[in-house]
């Protein structure tokens, strides 16, 4: 079965290890500003929030070179650096959010949940973040809003 | 690395901004944060120089794991001469400001001169400027904070800042990061405010480096284990914050009440962190709303707490019925304890407003303490006062003057001179609960005798995070001792202080120590930093550190005789708990304590003893 | 069921990709009038810089990909449909008959009528052949003149630049991308593109092209105003146009574009348009052409869905777009424009080249414009699709229209 991130906000202090962990993955050091995961603080509630790998897909179907692709393991859609011209519509496409431009590398990042072993959920120290089967996320309550968004709703086949 | 190697020089006189590399021998023998900044500071200041003078430098410095992925590695500390000690000041603030400082590049700033007008520094990665702050003098933290994010467009820029307290000349104000994360004591801000300096703007997008990733990441991951597995780092703190020492300390007979009169307080249950978790009648919800961590910390200890809607303090100031950093330890103690209130919701509101102007709740409310004194003896009256009935246990007298003092208004400007300059002015200077100018924290040194002994040695003026010695006394780690026994204390003393200031040095928290001795911290650093550390190494480097601090102290002119207690804690008996009867045996400790510290019996480093530290 | 899509662009090939899912057992018949394997127009920017080789800009790198799928892709060009007999008239006088149609022939550059406009050198930038041209010609020092700073225009110098040439660009609009940014905006663009040493002619118009015959930049470009510009190499980025010329007579409704309905299919049954060629419904309840990627790839799926027998309905395109020019990113969304009777708050900062401006109506968000910002932007997109009411975080964006990231996750993650 594939497994998603799950998100509980009521657990998460604002500590910022995730971001430090997915920067030291993916970029090979502790730099939240190219973090795939971004913790909000609304003072009172903390909110991890990343890429809910959506069926949607906005980023990868926008993608003019066809530099994102799903990767078959994980379910994660993951950005090839190798075709990524840096176009950006893919970080206007997602109405999430969760594609961005690395001003650096001239191209998008996003997360890949890490090829299965997700490097936030592994340094969150209280569980806010866990890698866990997909039917038993709360993952529902962000793709109802992926529904909202979604150009093409009720597709209702004959 | 763990080092930027880069260090900010901003000249105010001058407006001028410019990099320079740090200085790397240093480093090696410094470390970073409280000791890399107090060499520099003995390198370019005057011991003697007025503190608010323009002569005066301030050093915003990180340590080598700010901003790394070791748990709590988020801390920066300010250096310079404290406003309110005359003494060398290190005041170690949390947050995310020390890492954000960290990631665009820089080591430390180091602030010198003064300006003509309102300056803030604005510092984008690389490029840093002195910028005109017209606009933002007269504002609060929290009103200076979403200013410069918006001006900026750079919701995710962190930002150091005074309040008014700072502008005002309170002689204790703080500096304030991320809204409620402060470098509290001694009188740093006091020091900005005098350098026209109203904010530090931080945004950093370059990242940190460290020297051995792998071998880090290992150290890293291991000691967060210990964290984690700790029932005070793990549990205890995370649950109740610093505040479940409330009523620890208050059975232990060592929980200074009204002016240190008592040591006792018989409201302590009302504001302990039980009852900030337990529900309201009115509203149904507790005062703590959350814990917080701070940068890169697997603890959380931090509070989130709001006030009762229906409260005096709130009801007529909405503003103020929001979720904000509530009540850590030693505020609840000295706005609540040592003034004899024990209203939770009033001791919230007045850690509010000093967060909000930037003032140090610990000499605010020790300060509204001694004025108290001074109220019930009719040295003060409602003519000085400005009407307030100054009476122990009011909280009404408490926020109002939290009000005044955070703007620098009527009585308000008194109680900003501190408890000693406070006392002195009318006639009384034996009812400032200070050490070298600095009131004491939350323990009392007649419950606690190796405390009492931490408190008159500490290079910042009375302090307990100097030397923790509470760990062992009340708390056993590492190991239990009696606290109400003098008899090996020295030794103890020196050893907390020793190796505090080595974690002082590292951008950690000295909370891990709870947790972590220096053999689980080494090996942190060793990853980060080239050089090869061990924990014998860092001990070491503690004690030059401490050497190096006392003998700037002594060249500002301190001597042997500010090495002592107000002759509450060495003459009047603790009145009830176990302590009853006790005074504080600084007599005994404190010559003990020179001789380990290779100090001579005026307490001067011996020539000895600054030739095997290599000062 | 035999499927005929005319058009081998993004919308074209999702469409093709649809269907065969939608459909495992139809006949699938792409067709593309240009000889290389379909690809992105998007990507030719990055081609220009040498970022990528030709095969980087193919929308789908699989040599075999068509096949696999199989989909039969053919070079060929329609000249003309009729409906009626439902056939496609190809170029060569071949027809092919279909059962369910799409048109996605997108778009082509329109060449201001002036003297000159013909003259080798002066070349749009729209297909491969037009890059391989330019790259031929944009040799790094030399003068180049670029008329019109709209979307293409913009991302086209960006790729000049790199190249090392000397491009000066000449724009009759009072503004550098004036469909996509206010005055405000485009200004900063313009003041931006003076610090990286490129010349912006706004509120001028190219009157002539001559040939000087002269070894080096042997082009004149005139101006309505100013002295000529020398040139080895004009591009022509004046603005596209639908190609629906071929659709004369066939009784398929245009306007702008073709019009269709929100299963995007035309005014005649079993004909369906998607992409830049088609004008369909928009966000806000009117009838556009948006011709970006997202809404060529959106068309391209909805209207497959539709052709396959499904009930798949279009909520409507949004406008936006995203810009880098020479190093300034700049970003447009829905109704950046502003709404009657609605509210807008703006920051600016020049000396770091940094905007933002949002349009309300009402509680919700309609439209945006950022300069100098990447980091999640696409939130804008989902504020303002799922028209989500913002309640307290409307005032607090009036205060700090920055903190848009904040605002979303506020509101859509309760």
């Known amino acids: 079965m594939l497994k998603s991130l799950h998100i509980d906000p009521g657990k998460c202090t604002l500590c910022m290890q995730c971001e430090m962990a997915c920067s030291y993955e993916n970029e090979g050091l502790f730099n939240p500003a190219k973090s795939r995961i971004k913790v909000f603080d609304f003072h009172d509630r903390f909110v991890p929030y990343t890429c809910t790998q959506c069926a949607e897909a906005w980023c990868m179907s926008a993608c003019p070179v066809d530099a994102i692709s799903v990767d078959h393991a994980t379910g994660a859609k993951v950005v090839s650096d190798d075709l990524c011209v840096g176009c950006k519509v893919c970080t206007i496409a997602c109405p999430f959010g969760t594609v961005n431009y690395n001003h650096d590398t001239g191209k998008v990042i996003k997360c890949d949940l890490c090829g299965g072993q997700p490097a936030c959920a592994e340094a969150c120290p209280t569980g806010a973040i866990a890698y866990v089967d997909s039917d038993w996320t709360g993952y529902d309550k962000m793709r109802r809003w992926a529904g909202k968004t979604d150009s093409g709703a009720a597709q209702a086949h004959a | ?615 | 069921m035999r499927y005929v899509l005319i058009g081998a662009g993004p919308a074209g090939v999702v469409a093709a990709e649809t269907l065969r899912k939608a459909d495992p057992g139809g006949d699938i018949l792409l067709l593309g009038d240009e000889p290389e394997p379909p690809y992105s127009r998007m990507a030719l920017p990055y081609f220009l810089v040498g970022t990528i080789d030709e095969a980087g800009t193919y929308l789908r790198k699989s040599e075999t990909h068509y096949d696999d799928l199989g989909i039969t892709f053919r070079h060929a060009r329609a000249v003309r449909i009729d409906p009626a007999g439902k056939t496609v008239a190809l170029e060569g006088g071949e027809s092919v008959a279909y059962d369910r149609l799409m048109i996605a022939t997108g778009s082509r550059t329109q060449r201001p009528p002036i003297p000159g406009i013909d003259l080798p050198g002066v070349h749009p930038c729209w297909t491969l052949a037009d890059s391989r041209e330019i790259v031929r010609r944009a040799a790094p020092d030399s003068r180049v003149v670029l008329m019109g700073a709209g979307f293409i225009g913009c991302i086209v110098l960006e790729s000049l630049i790199k190249r090392g040439v000397k491009p000066t660009v000449v724009e009759m609009a009072d503004r550098m991308v004036p469909r996509m940014m206010n005055a405000a905006a485009g200004g900063l663009i313009k003041k931006w593109c003076a610090t990286k040493g490129i010349e912006v002619l706004t509120s001028t118009k190219v009157t002539a092209i001559e040939d000087t015959g002269e070894a080096r930049d042997p082009l004149r470009v005139l101006l309505d105003r100013g002295a000529p510009l020398r040139a080895a190499l004009v591009v022509v980025a004046t603005g596209v146009r639908p190609n629906i010329a071929f659709l004369e007579g066939s009784g398929i409704e245009t306007d702008f574009g073709i019009r269709v309905d929100s299963h995007l299919k035309s005014s005649v049954d079993d004909v369906y348009a998607a992409g830049d060629v088609a004008q369909g419904p928009d966000f806000m309840g009117g009838w556009s052409v948006h011709a970006i990627q997202p809404t060529a790839v959106e068309h391209g799926r909805i209207a497959a869905l539709n052709m396959a027998d499904g009930n798949a309905s279009y909520q409507g395109s949004l406008a936006m777009n995203v810009l880098d020019t020479a190093g300034l990113v700049s970003s447009s969304f829905g109704q950046w424009q502003g709404v009657e009777s609605g509210e807008s708050v703006e920051r600016m900062d020049e000396a770091r080249f940094r905007y933002t401006r949002l349009e309300f109506d009402g509680e919700r968000l309609v439209g945006a414009i950022c300069l100098g910002r990447t980091d999640q932007i696409g939130m804008l997109r989902g504020l303002i699709q799922s028209r989500v009411r913002l309640g307290d975080w409307k005032a607090r964006l009036m205060e700090d229209p920055q903190r848009i990231s904040e605002a979303y996750v506020a509101s859509t993650h309760k």
């Not at chain 2, 005109?132 to 410069?148: F, I, N, R």
């Not at chain 2, 006091?190 to 480096?209: C, D, I, P, Y």
């Not at chain 2, 919230?348 to 109220?375: K, R, S, W």
């Not at chain 2, 931490?454 to 190991?479: D, F, K, M, Q």
């Open chain 2, 1 to 615: 690395m763990g080092w930027t190697r880069k260090v900010l020089r901003v000249n105010l006189s001058k407006g001028t901004c410019a990099s320079e590399p740090l200085n790397m021998e240093w480093a090696q023998k410094y470390l970073g944060q409280r000791g890399l900044a107090s060499r520099y500071l003995v390198e370019e200041v005057n011991p003697k120089v007025d503190p608010l003078s323009p002569d005066n430098k301030m050093f915003f410095a990180t340590g080598p794991l700010t901003g790394t992925a070791a748990s709590t590695g988020g801390r920066y500390s300010v250096i310079t001469k404290g406003a309110l000690t005359n003494a060398i000041a290190c005041s170690n603030s949390g947050g995310y400001f020390g890492a954000e400082l960290k990631m665009a590049g820089w080591d430390m700033v180091i602030v010198e001169g003064k300006a003509k007008k309102p300056v803030y520094l604005l510092i984008q990665d690389d490029k840093a400027e002195v910028r005109p702050a017209d606009h933002l003098w007269g504002k609060s933290v929290w009103e200076t904070d979403a200013l410069l994010k918006s001006e900026h467009h750079e919701p995710q820029m962190r930002i150091s800042a005074i309040g008014r307290a700072g502008e005002s000349g309170v002689m204790y104000a703080c500096i304030v990061n991320d809204l409620h994360r402060a470098a509290g004591r001694s009188g740093v801000g006091a020091v900005m405010g005098s350098k026209n300096l109203k904010a530090l703007a931080v945004r950093g997008t370059q990242g940190v480096k460290v020297h051995d990733f792998p071998k880090f990441m290992q150290a890293v991951t291991a000691g967060k284990k210990v964290l984690a597995a700790n029932a005070v780092t793990g549990q205890g703190l995370p649950a109740y914050g610093t505040q479940v020492l409330m009523n620890v300390i208050n059975e232990t007979g060592a929980l200074p009440t009204r002016n240190h009169r008592d040591v006792q307080f018989e409201g302590a249950g009302r504001i302990s962190a039980e009852a900030m978790r337990e529900k309201r009648v009115t509203d149904g919800k507790a005062n703590l709303v959350r814990n917080q961590a701070c940068f890169g910390c697997t603890i959380a200890c931090g509070r989130i707490s709001q006030i009762d809607k229906t409260h005096f303090t709130v009801a007529n100031n909405p503003k103020y019925w929001g979720a904000q950093g509530g009540l850590e330890y030693e505020a609840a103690w000295a706005l609540g304890a040592a003034t004899g209130v024990a209203d939770l919701e009033a001791l919230t509101y007045a850690n509010y407003l000093c967060n909000e102007q930037g003032m140090d709740p610990i000499t605010f409310g020790t300060t509204v303490g001694a004025a108290m004194e001074l109220f019930e003896m009719g040295v003060l009256t409602t003519k000085e006062t400005g009407g307030v009935e100054l009476k122990f246990g009011s909280a009404e007298a408490l926020t109002k003057l939290a009000e005044v003092t955070g703007m620098g208004e009527g009585f308000g400007k008194e109680i900003g001179l501190g408890s000693k300059r406070l006392t002195e002015k009318y006639g009384h200077p034996e009812l400032s609960m200070s050490v070298k100018g600095q009131e004491f924290p939350a323990y009392d040194g007649r419950g606690i005798q190796g405390i009492g002994l931490a408190y008159a040695t500490s290079n910042r003026g009375a302090c307990h995070l100097r030397g923790y010695t509470i760990a062992s006394e009340i708390l056993g780690i590492p190991e239990k001792t009696d606290p109400l026994v003098s008899a090996g204390k020295a030794g103890l003393v020196k050893a907390f202080q020793d190796a505090t200031a080595a974690v002082d040095s590292s951008g950690l928290c000295v909370f891990t120590t709870f947790a972590w001795t220096l053999d689980d911290i080494a090996p942190q650093i060793d990853g980060a930093c080239e050089g090869g550390w061990t924990a014998a190494r860092l001990l070491e480097m503690g004690e030059r550190i401490w050497n190096m601090e006392r003998r700037f102290n002594l060249d500002a002119g301190f001597t042997a005789k500010d090495d002592t207690l107000p002759k509450r804690l060495l003459k009047e008996a603790a009145k009830t708990g176990p302590a009853k009867g006790k005074v504080n045996d600084l007599g005994k400790m404190l010559p003990e304590y020179y001789k380990l510290r290779g100090w001579s019996p005026e307490g001067v480093p011996t020539n000895e003893t600054v030739t095997r530290l290599a000062l």
